[in-house]
């Protein structure tokens, strides 16, 4: 018999300077920016969608363009003063975004303000957030964890389907970056 699956999950609030991480060195600036999701791609890079919610859109195409490892960039939302970002980057772009893509690692919440990026992700078991931070202490990635907290997940299918959670606290927790409700 399968040993039961791990009910709890680890909710993780981390920051890290932007300059400490080569893609927060790319999106640096006068800028209020959120990160939307973060898409794997076969070949091992990754392609994040970013709202750019405060600052220059022109200036933040023209940085984000002009780094050398950027393939592409897309505009793909409008909305008032609120613009919706494709960005493709070449797969060694930088070891954070390669460890979120490695690790059993859910963007809840990114955001950049002040030259800080702060992130909320939550890690299907304790294991994952150490292995996380252990992928970016072998990249020389300073982080500081500002909490940790562990939930009891009420689900035992996929994290992000919002039709099987039966707890509403957690509906607001899910659903942010990775996960959306529909």
């Known amino acids: 018999m399968d040993a039961e699956p791990d009910r709890y999950s680890t909710i993780a609030e981390i920051s ?8 927060g060195r790319v999106l640096s600036g006068d800028f ?3 990160l939307e ?3 794997p791609m076969g070949s091992g890079g990754v392609i994040p969608l970013i709202w750019l919610n405060k600052g220059d859109p022109d200036a933040f195409e023209t940085k984000v363009r ?9 505009q793909l939302v409008a909305v008032d003063d609120q613009f919706l970002y494709q960005v493709e980057w070449t797969s060694d772009m930088n070891g954070f975004l390669t460890a979120l893509q490695e690790s059993d690692v859910y963007v809840l919440e990114g955001e950049y303000e002040d030259d800080v ?5 939550r890690f299907m078991a304790r294991e994952d957030l150490v292995e996380f931070t252990e992928r970016l202490t072998a990249n020389l990635i300073p982080v500081r964890l500002k909490e940790s907290t562990t939930q009891v997940r009420p689900w035992h299918h996929h994290p992000c389907r ?5 707890q509403s606290n957690e509906r607001t927790e899910l659903g942010t970056l990775r996960c959306r409700a529909r």
């Open 66 to 74: 002009e780094y050398e490892g950027t393939e592409e960039i897309r």
């Open 16 to 23: 890290i300077e932007a300059d400490d991480i080569e893609f």
């Open 117 to 121: 990026w702060e992130f909320r992700l």
């Open 32 to 34: 209020e920016l959120e």
């Open 37 to 39: 999701r973060i898409i």
């Open 162 to 166: 919002n039709d099987r959670v039966k």
